[in-house]
């Protein structure tokens, strides 16, 4: 068996002691039965946890003390606990809408209640939800591929590769080391927290909760939103490309900007458009890595400029902070700040983050999870269940069997609407909620 994975650096913000949340939704075939899929389930999650002991762990906080903000840690799972098998089954026929309801309505946020479907997998009528949840301290959503890779390769009758086990049991303290001391690194000062953030002005009128929806943005779309977002004019030519993520992420930020200004937000006001970055790239490490390695690109607006500024200045902005954030130097630098850091409650996981004014995003673009699960099929929806909101996220989601791109937004019903009633938004997009 091998040693379960050390403590790392970059999983040890208390902000993380939550769990990263994912669906998907096969439809499922008459002649097979629920106790057959289980069935799969269990003996493929058995087959990874044999290979990768450290996922059927615990995760633990020791060491809490005034100044000091403990570590996380695994620890072996309760001996007076049942075995944990990884997998939860729970019959959600007569509390969920059916199969064929859930794909009629493309799969809503507002359908995938996340108080049936997260503690557990979740089997309606004629229709499998397989939710996948994992600790977000020792796991970041790269990680959460990993699984549902490996889980696929099990249950079309593979076998586990050589690497796969090797980098699911990597110590994380091989992964980002850290520079020595009074080494000379990239300024990370901003991640403390100085002060509370201010009240809202009294003109920005009172805003709805927000919740979660989902929004198609068409394929068809995306070419001409880029080539706005590579116009010559005002496009920085120090920056050698731009993604189609950049340009989405730019056109939305300038359309809620115009929204918000509209609904009184200060023209003036500064707004942070926060972009995770997976850094297996950055640091040389395979994409079957598993642990927390997660880093943050940032760009700065105001609203105004937002609104005012071509598209393509505000792309090959947002592409430039990328190229600065995603190196060693930058991770290696974050991750030795953080570890000087005793008390880790004292810090901004991603920096200060304004929910009224900024946007935070997280792509999962790439990923591969539209695959092969055996007797389950091919999923033909990929969702997140409806947890609680998040305001101000934005999350890219893999391109449907039609190339079309499906966002996850969370914004307030004001915010939504005034979207809704944008002539150049509902040009490119179909709201799904």
């Known amino acids: 068996m091998a040693p379960a994975p050390l403590q790392d650096v970059l999983g040890q913000f208390p902000q993380l002691k939550t769990y990263n949340h994912g669906t998907l939704i ?13 069935s799969a389930l269990e003996s493929a999650t058995a087959k990874i946890i044999a290979a990768i002991p450290w996922l059927a762990e615990q995760v633990i906080r020791v060491g809490v003390e005034p100044g000091d903000s403990g570590r996380f840690k695994l620890a072996p799972w309760p001996a007076d606990a049942p075995k944990n098998t990884l997998v939860r089954v729970k019959d959600c026929a007569d509390l969920m809408p059916t199969y064929e309801e859930i794909f009629k309505a493309q799969a809503p946020a507002s359908m995938l209640d996340a108080n049936l479907i997260c503690p557990v997998p979740g089997f309606p009528m004629r229709g499998v939800l397989l939710t996948f949840s994992n600790q977000h301290n020792v796991m970041d959503g790269s990680g959460t591929f990993q699984i549902i890779a490996m889980l696929s390769t099990l249950m079309s009758g593979g076998e586990l590769s050589d690497s796969a086990r090797a980098e699911g049991n990597r110590d994380p303290k091989t992964v980002v080391p850290l520079y020595e001391p009074k080494s ?15 009240a809202p002005p009294a003109s920005l009128k009172p805003a709805s909760p927000s919740s979660w929806a989902y929004v198609r943005f068409s394929k068809a779309m995306v070419p001409k939103v880029k080539a706005q977002a590579t116009a010559t004019e005002g496009f920085d030519k120090s920056v050698p490309f731009i993604s189609s993520n950049d340009a989405i992420s730019a056109f939305y930020w300038k359309r809620l900007a115009i929204a918000r200004v509209a609904l009184g937000q ?29 880093y943050f ?26 190229n600065d954030a995603n190196n060693e130097y930058s991770v290696r630098s ?3 700040f953080i570890a000087g850091i005793k008390d880790k409650t004292t810090l901004a996981y991603g920096g200060p983050f304004n929910r009224a004014t900024d946007i935070a995003s997280s792509s999962m673009a790439q990923a591969a999870v539209v695959l092969k699960f055996g007797i389950l099929g091919v999923p033909t929806l990929v969702r997140r269940p409806n947890l609680a909101p998040i305001p101000g996220t934005l999350y890219f989601y893999p391109p449907e069997a039609s190339g079309d791109l499906n966002l996850l937004v969370c914004l307030n019903e004001q915010e939504r609407e005034a979207l809704r009633q944008d002539e150049q938004w509902n040009e490119c997009t179909e709201y799904i909620g």
């Open 26 to 38: 096969f439809p499922l075939a008459d002649d097979i039965s629920h106790e057959s899929v289980v």
């Open 184 to 198: 000379e690194i990239k300024d990370h000062s901003h991640m403390v927290i100085k002060s509370p953030i201010s």
């Open 266 to 294: 200060d023209p003036s006001a500064r707004s942070k458009f926060s972009r995770a970055i997976d850094a297996r790239s950055a640091m040389g490490v395979s994409f079957e890595y598993m642990g927390q390695l997660v």
């Open 297 to 322: 690109a940032a760009t700065y607006f105001t609203y105004q400029e937002v609104i005012d500024l071509p598209l393509s200045t505000i792309a090959s902005a947002m592409r430039k902070s990328l």
């Open 334 to 336: 974050y991750a030795t």
